[in-house]
């Protein structure tokens, strides 16, 4: 069994084979099913754009699909990102494949275990935020065909897609039929979209796990009290060796991701205000009927978990980061040799430099910035 076929990473694993971006799928798999990706995306573009051109009230049009393109531009930019660093993403998992092979009979492989299950569970919990919301946005679009059934009106109750694409067609002879290809188009821009996001999740959980282990070495070289000095001093060097390990990690996690991760908080962030001020306009200036205003809600409320999560995880890299620091300052450290005093002494420097997401130099992303920018 392929190592990735393991219950922690099988989901990613199979996230990305349907889109694609699996780096161990057959070169002719892999160009079939990004060509299927390419190819909806670009329709769901062209019909956004023909909603735009073909509606006489352009600006609120604009403005409607606005959302709908955002997320849109999100999905390309993640895909297009993993598809020109096929390479990296190859290198990055044959590193943590490494990593779970050389710890497979250590103490810190459980660490490693609870990591990855962790990345499992905030996979799951963004695919269901995200198909729960196409889900609750499909109910509203078929409630006024439902309630025509079940409590009729002198006059056809006005139907509305969940979501705003011309497709050329009489809405109300074919509605169903529209409202299926826009679901389709959606799923398949959903599995694109949640993919990359689970393949980052994977390995910014695993640089997480790799820091707690880097700071349970340095616990060990205390914990047995029969160690020698030469025999602390190996433990140290062990440590600090790894802790550069997980540095270059990192270093190159970072170079990878950090570019588009901002873009997507960013167009999350853009995505929190339309859908907002969305809200507000049609609250104030009783704009639209109710069903236009719940979809501004669940929108507004999904990408606002959305990008909660994101600064978790920049806030998660933050912490975990500098936890190494309160690890080595808390321990008995005096009582190394001079040598491993020296030694422990540049870990903890370097400790003390937090690793982030930087958003320009003045801001970085974390729970603060998240706060900071909501209250504005």
Request: proline share 3%; net charge positive.
């Amino acid at each position: 069994m392929d190592f990735y076929e393991n219950r922690y990473y099988n989901f990613t694993r199979i996230c990305l084979s349907l889109v694609g971006l699996w780096p161990y799928t057959e070169s002719k798999t892999r160009f079939v099913r990004t060509f299927i990706v390419y190819l909806n995306i670009c329709c769901i573009f062209t019909l956004q754009i023909a909603k735009i051109i073909t509606t006489n009230h352009k600006i609120n049009t604009l403005l409607e699909i606005t959302p709908d393109l955002l997320i849109c531009i999100a999905g390309v930019l993640m895909y297009t990102n993993n598809s020109l660093n096929r390479s990296k993403l190859y290198e990055l998992l044959e590193l943590v494949k490494q990593e779970w092979r050389e710890k497979r009979d250590t103490k810190e492989f459980e660490i490693m275990k609870k990591y990855a299950e962790d990345s499992r569970k905030y996979s799951i919990m963004m695919i269901t935020i995200y198909y729960g919301t196409i889900f609750l946005l499909t109910c509203i679009s078929i409630v006024p065909p439902c309630l025509d059934v079940i409590y009729p009106l002198n006059e056809t109750r006005p139907r509305k897609l969940p979501f705003s694409i011309e497709f050329f067609l009489d809405e109300e002879k074919h509605f169903y039929s529209m409202l299926l290809m826009s679901l389709v188009m959606a799923m398949i821009l959903g599995v694109s979209v949640i993919s990359n996001c689970n393949i980052f999740l994977l390995f910014l959980q695993h640089l997480c796990g790799m820091f707690i282990v880097a700071g349970n070495m340095i616990d060990s070289v205390f914990k047995d009290k029969h160690c020698s000095e030469a025999e602390a001093y190996i433990k140290v060097v062990r440590s600090i060796k790894y802790h550069k390990q997980t540095l270059e990690f990192e270093e190159f996690l970072r170079v990878t991701y950090q570019r588009i991760y901002l873009l997507l908080v960013l167009i999350g962030l853009c995505l929190m205000c339309i859908t907002f001020l969305q809200l507000v306009h049609k609250i104030t200036q009783e704009v639209g009927d109710l069903s236009d205003s719940t979809i501004s809600i669940v929108i507004f409320i999904s990408s606002t978990i959305i990008v909660y999560l994101n600064c978790y995880f920049g806030q998660k890299i933050i912490d975990h980061s500098t936890f190494l620091f309160s690890k080595a300052f808390s321990a008995p450290w005096y009582l190394l040799t001079k040598k491993s005093q020296m030694l422990l002494w540049f870990m903890m420097t370097r400790s003390m430099k937090p690793c982030y997401l930087s958003l320009g130099k003045p801001f970085f992303v974390s729970i603060q910035f998240f706060a900071s920018v909501s209250t504005t």
